[in-house]
């Protein structure tokens, strides 16, 4: 039976804002720390395996000390609160420490990037990196998912880093096409682009060749100091001619080039000379481009691209790979511990700031509400940092992100811990009183809270019905990718990309709705009822992918959008509330207040099941044979199996997450019943 709430149980809306930010601020760090971690291999050139490390080994961190700073919270007594010191306190710490977290020195860089304009010869938008504002950008971004149209342009970009680079020296650059493996085509190329740190560089003998020798040349030059201009000519080019497709050289037959610099470029050329030699002068340079205009070169049979390029610039190689790795590693470990002192008892606030059993859920559908804008956002982090319309290299794109997520960490964060006010206001909740305890008494009511909390049964039931639905959801992530690229669109991967690019834009956009949706059920019908309602519409989506993933309507693929949103949506507007009721029914139970461990063993399985279900999804990926290189003509059953995982993995997980949440035995009535007899132990009523 729904009961009406009563005045003093009620939060106001701008309180429950209030609460919101403080979700907003725990995903705008999180989407930061993951979708920045790019610019370590692209700025700073770290391999790939160090960047994987950097990324797990604090989070496998971050979940040891989750119940630790929950435990701590329970029993912190102070005059402002158990939880609030910690939000005031975690927010200005991770904030300043994430800004600090990107202020590594950068190496110079210099970059080369090959555009080919595709069989239409016309450029499709998005793709040459031509340096245009933030909102062109999203424009551009937006066409191409909105269109789902063929776009055959392609392109990629290499980086020279020092010491391949000198001061005052020509150096030879010499790449193998082969590195520019998003190239797929390279029949009609149309413009080669140079770009990076150096702001003036003289350039000569550009060119394609073909040599037996696939490997990349090693850089010629020396470092000559004081030096503004080149005083000898760049080396002779040794290259058989009729292995050669040259734009720019004394030595060979030169091939049209319409433009030397755009005039959408940023940058100044000019003719020069160097020891009577012709050369490019470049000054004010950020972005420059050559361009082929209507006549594309066909460089399929070139093996590599080479460049000769002189700088009176300073050439610096930043740190070593070992600096980079431990000087991330030892602030990422240090920023999860601030980050954790913010997150885990800003949880753990929301569990106590009503004792009303509906309230709870109204809260937490605010809170979702608004938290989640940090996911519409947190996509976009790597459009600005490579914006080269705005920075020089993607690391001063970091850098100046980073400094926008302090501040906004900063002055939002402590917007809960200024304006909110709790409940359990002294701590313990009725527990014994701790003075006095030695170092292994603690250690030991540690142990003993952490197991008594992953032992009670309401609350291992939503663990459980949690790590089921996120995490089939996690597993199959890169799936739906697939199914787009090589069974809906046939094995371009365009189309998919911008299939897939649609269905989550409409599926974000859903889940905003959902959350409505879901609060106002929860209050209706039951948390639990609302949970069955939610999860058993996800499923329906599930079932519609089978049906509605086909080559024949490719635009269906949007329909099962709406109903998938029901699955994350109402997961986690419910399990917040329900997660309130449990601690109640605890403390009735063993006489002592623990949203703190909760919430952090709750969060704990979420991201240990995240990385798991990562790991395991790569495998069942690996099982269906998959290879992108064979494009359309995949192995017998490949397509069969990832629409088969892509559909009924989640389907079938989540039937399961149904099946335990139906033994979770807290009602709106039994919630009643316990805070009644809380507040009678308490002398509230």
């Known amino acids: 039976m729904t009961h009406r709430t009563a005045p003093k149980d009620r939060i106001s809306f701008p309180h429950k804002v209030c609460y919101g930010i403080g979700g907003f601020v725990n995903n705008l760090l999180a989407q930061g720390i993951g979708n920045m971690m790019v610019v370590l291999t692209l700025a700073l050139g770290m391999d790939f395996r160090a960047v994987g490390l950097l990324g797990s080994l604090p989070r496998a961190f971050d979940a040891i000390t989750d119940p630790l700073v929950g435990f701590i919270s329970d029993k912190t007594k102070s005059r402002w609160g158990r939880r609030r010191p910690f939000l005031f306190v975690g927010a200005i710490a991770s904030g300043i420490i994430f800004a600090l977290l990107w202020q590594m020195p950068a190496p110079t860089q210099f970059r080369l ?27 551009n971004s937006l066409k191409g998912i909105v269109t789902v149209e063929l776009i055959d342009d392609v392109e990629d970009e290499v980086t020279i880093l020092p010491p391949a680079l000198v001061t005052g020296g020509w150096v030879s650059v010499d790449v193998p096409l082969t590195d520019f493996d998003q190239l797929s085509t390279r029949e009609h190329l149309s ?43 760049a080396p002779t080019p040794t290259v058989p001619a009729e292995d050669v497709i040259s734009f720019f050289s004394g030595a060979y037959d030169d091939v049209p080039v319409q433009f030397w610099s755009t005039a959408w470029d940023e940058s100044e050329v000019a003719d020069a000379q160097a020891s009577g030699d012709d050369v490019k002068h470049y000054t004010g340079m950020r972005f420059a481009a050559i361009d082929f205009g209507e006549t594309p070169v066909d460089a399929r049979g070139m093996t590599h691209v080479h460049m000769d390029i002189w700088t009176p610039e300073p050439t610096g190689e930043g740190r070593s790979q070992g600096y980079y790795f431990w000087y991330f590693l030892i602030g990422s470990l240090v920023f999860f511990l601030a980050y954790t002192v913010f997150a885990t008892p800003w949880v753990a606030l929301g569990y106590e700031l009503t004792p009303d059993y509906n309230e709870r859920t109204r809260l937490m559908g605010v809170q979702n509400f608004v938290s989640n804008i940090a996911f519409v956002i947190g996509p976009w982090f790597l459009v600005i940092m490579t914006n080269a319309a705005w920075f020089r290299n993607q ?29 359990m ?5 009725g527990g014994a009183d701790e003075e006095g305890r030695s170092f292994g008494e603690s250690v030991w009511e540690f142990i003993r809270g952490l197991l008594q909390t992953i032992t009670t049964g309401p609350f291992l039931v939503l663990c459980i019905a949690t790590f089921l639905i996120f995490n089939s959801f996690i597993m199959i992530s890169q799936f739906q990718f697939w199914v787009f690229a090589f069974y809906v669109s046939g094995g371009n991967i365009g189309e998919g ?33 609302a949970f069955f309602v939610s999860t058993g519409i996800s499923m329906f989506g599930y079932v519609l992918k089978w049906f509605c993933y086909t080559p024949e309507y490719p635009m269906l693929a949007l329909l099962p959008a709406p109903f998938l949103a029901f699955g994350l949506g109402g997961l986690f507007t419910l399990m917040g509330s329900m997660i309130a009721d449990v601690v109640d029914l605890d403390e009735l139970t063993t006489g002592e207040r623990r949203e703190g461990m909760f919430g952090s063993v709750f969060w704990w399985v979420v991201k240990v099941g ?76």
């Open 113 to 139: 990037k090959l555009v080919d304009y595709g069989a239409d010869g016309v450029y499709s938008g998005g793709e040459t990196g031509e340096p245009v504002g933030f909102l062109e950008s999203v424009g």
């Open 191 to 233: 413009q080669i682009l140079i770009s990076g740190d150096l702001t003036e560089v003289y350039v000569d003998n550009v060119y394609l060749y073909r040599t037996d020798d696939a490997t990349r040349a090693e850089p010629t030059g020396r470092d000559v100091d004081g030096a503004t201009a080149p005083s000898t000519a």
């Open 395 to 423: 690391m001063a794109g970091a850098r100046l992100l980073a400094l926008a997520i302090c501040v906004t960490t900063i002055v939002l964060g402590v917007i809960p811990a200024i304006f909110l006010r709790e409940r």
């Open 425 to 429: 206001h002294a701590g313990g909740g």
């Open 497 to 529: 990309a911008g299939l897939a690019g649609l269905v989550a834009t409409l599926g974000t956009v859903s889940g905003f709705l959902v959350i409505v949706i879901v609060t106002w059920l929860g209050t209706k019908i039951g948390k639990k009822n």
């Open 610 to 685: 995240q990385s798991l279900a990562l790991l395991l999804g790569g495998f069942l990926l690996y099982s269906t044979g998959l290879d992108p290189a064979l494009g359309a003509n995949q192995p017998e059953g490949t397509v069969f199996w990832l629409r088969f995982y892509d559909a009924f993995v989640p389907l079938v997980a989540s039937g399961i997450a149904i099946f335990a949440v139906y033994m979770y035995p807290i009602t709106e009535d039994s919630a009643l019943e316990v805070r009644t007899e809380l507040e009678r132990r308490r002398g509230a009523g």
